[in-house]
């Protein structure tokens, strides 16, 4: 199985970036996929996840509103939609997969690599 992220960059607050996630190697349309993120220094955080058919999203609070998750099925891949982006959301996004509807870290069974998102002043 592999997840490849892409998409970071930098971008200036207030602005937006979308970041994607393509996947091998899996029944991509059978897996519950999320984006988690990683600050330096900070544990790696839930950010939103996604149902197998997309019916169902989740959102941590701190991104509510302004973010946004989709999926494209026949793509295999995975999207993180970032609007009014603040400098609190730099950090190291990850995508993550696994069989059941969960926004619990531990319980992912498969990582990308991670993107970086970088928010300036």
């Known amino acids: 199985v592999q997840l490849q992220a892409s998409g970071g960059g930098l971008v200036q607050a207030g602005g937006s970036l979308r970041v994607s996630c393509a996947a091998s190697?899996?029944?991509?349309?059978?897996?519950?996929l999320a984006w988690f993120r990683q600050a330096p220094g900070q544990e790696r955080e839930f950010v939103s996840a996604?149902?197998?058919?997309?019916?169902?999203?989740r959102y941590a609070d701190s991104v509510k509103g302004r973010f946004t998750i989709s999926r494209d099925n026949a793509k295999n891949t995975v999207y993180l939609q970032m609007d009014s982006l603040e400098i609190e959301d730099t950090a190291v996004y990850y995508c993550?997969?696994?069989?059941?509807?969960?926004?619990?870290?531990?319980?992912?069974?498969?990582w990308g690599q991670g993107t970086q998102v970088t928010v300036s002043s």
């Open positions: 996604i149902s197998w058919s997309g019916a169902t999203t």
């Open positions: 993550a997969a696994r069989e059941t509807f969960s926004t619990a870290r531990y319980s992912y069974d498969y």
């Open positions: 190697g899996l029944a991509f349309d059978t897996y519950v």
